[in-house]
């Protein structure tokens, strides 16, 4: 390691600079203005208003990413699962090419995409009408909550399958060949050797697609705009609508406390890895 | 390779059908896109093996906004933010894989902390920001937040402690200075790192959404997902073949992306470690 403080301190400067102009600045800006009144003096009427207004939205959005990460992680395990354990070559191939593509989808694309998918006019229901799975009059629209669970399992599950598989690929195949031929069945190597090996990479790919989750506004307010809906669609909606930056900010403080469990983790995570190196 | 615990067929068979079945319903939203994009609107919800093929619905999306400026915007902003974000985070990871500085450790905790906030939640306090420094409603206003990326120095310095000290010490030997060691020693060999993080970093940017809405309001700067929200509102109808083909046109560029460099992309992810 140098010691040469100055030179480590300028390298670092620039990037430690915007750093406290749009991060450390307005994070205490918006902590502090989340508790000021109109007279200057403390309050947390703001925080009250937001409770008022958007508790029920609050615990959708929680609901909801919670639900997603869990979705996500079982289609992660079962892709990821399919393409280390499968038998069949040339379905493994299809299957890894197919289930990558949303990688690159935008989220407002994704919700574009899912709101002509699932409406009640949408391909889904004609599908499933033409197949003789529903009647016509059974078909319903899915944009509502389970519209925006759809669309954040199939943006946000190839990012985790991408890294689980890569995970899954990088444990030593005699592992598995051993308990394979001990006569242990695919499933259970999946979830008795495979998984637990690679487990802090699933679990760290799941705790940045909650993250990421909790900031998207494209996806709630396309498929869900109306309540209960996800709070950066309220948070839109008091800047846009009413300039109202103090119940804003109150929101923006209340999602920050929820993706920190999340990003918590992560870091938890991350530090033991660099440990280990 | 035959081996004794082999599944039975029908096992087999069922996995291979489970398999192809997952795989045809991911790509399914995808496949209904194309499908509506380039057929008339008749057809929108109606799959019929003779229906004409037609480019109408890109020429009525193109005409309904100004996606040509759009794309340039994006483009500008993706660049400029990539740009930025390579020099910056270079040198703020190499200071803390390499470099003993007072509050080194105060300092890189600040910056993990960032990790965990998503820059979206601070957005009143830097929409202030940019009031002030006078840049509302410019590219440069929506790039800013995110130039000093706290994932890309974690995921550098992380690079760079991996990376053997003989090799930099070498370098000093031979009479580099530590900027010419971070040139010639750290930059080539975090290769994949920095392909990685690039892609991304643009994919991210593309994509992003919230910011850009509330920090332009025209159209020289808004980029092309901005753009797109004219069709999420009802004055446009509900035309789904307009709305698909001009949903393709915002994202073709990062499928037809994808397709050429999704080798290297995946090669490069796996090999940086984004974990």
Known sequence: ?277 | MTHVYDSTGWVRGLETVAAWLLGFLWVLPLLYAFWTAFHPAEFSTRLALDAPLTLENFVKAWHAAPFARYFINTVILVTMVLAAQLVLVTLAAYAFARFEFPGRGVLFALVLVQLMIMPDVLIVENYRTMTFLGIKDTILAIGLPYMASAFGIFLLRQTFKTIPRELDEAARVEGCSPLQVLWRVYVPLARPTYLAYALVSVSYHWNNFLWPLIITNSVESRPVTVGLQVFASTDQGIDWSIITAATLLTTAPLLVGFLLFQRQFVASFMRAGIR
């Open chain 1, 1 to 277: 390691m140098r010691s040469r403080p100055w030179a480590g301190l300028a390298l670092a400067a620039p990037a430690l600079a915007l750093v406290a102009i749009f991060f450390v600045g307005p994070l205490m800006m918006s902590a502090v203005l989340a508790f000021r009144g109109k007279d200057g003096g403390f309050t947390t009427e703001h925080f009250a208003k937001a409770f008022e207004l958007y508790s029920t939205d609050l615990l959708f959005s929680a609901v909801i990413v919670v639900v997603s990460t869990a979705a996500i992680g079982a289609v992660a395990i079962a892709i990821a699962g399919y393409l280390t354990l499968g038998e069949h070559p040339r379905t493994q191939a299809i299957l890894r090419w197919l289930y990558r593509w949303p990688l690159f989808i935008p989220f407002i694309v994704t919700a574009q995409v899912m709101r002509t998918f699932l409406a009640k006019n949408g391909m889904l229901n004609h599908v499933l009408i033409g197949g003789g799975l529903i009647d016509p009059l059974q078909a319903q629209s899915l944009l509502d909550w389970r519209g925006i669970v759809i669309a954040f399992v199939w943006k946000q599950a190839p990012f985790v399958t991408l890294l689980l598989a890569g995970a899954m690929a990088a444990i030593d195949r005699q592992h598995i060949e051993a308990a394979r031929n001990l006569g242990a069945g695919r499933l259970r190597v999946l979830f008795g050797i495979v998984l637990p090996q690679s487990r802090r990479t699933l679990l760290v790919g799941l705790v940045l697609s909650f993250v990421t989750m909790l900031s998207v506004l494209s996806v709630p307010m396309m498929i869900n705009p109306n309540s209960p809906t996800m709070l950066t669609v309220d948070i839109a909606y008091r800047i846009n609508s009413h300039g109202d930056y103090a119940v804003a900010n109150a929101l923006c403080l209340m999602s920050l406390v929820l993706a920190s469990f999340g990003a918590w983790f992560y870091l938890r995570e991350a530090a033991r890895k660099v440990e280990r190196t």
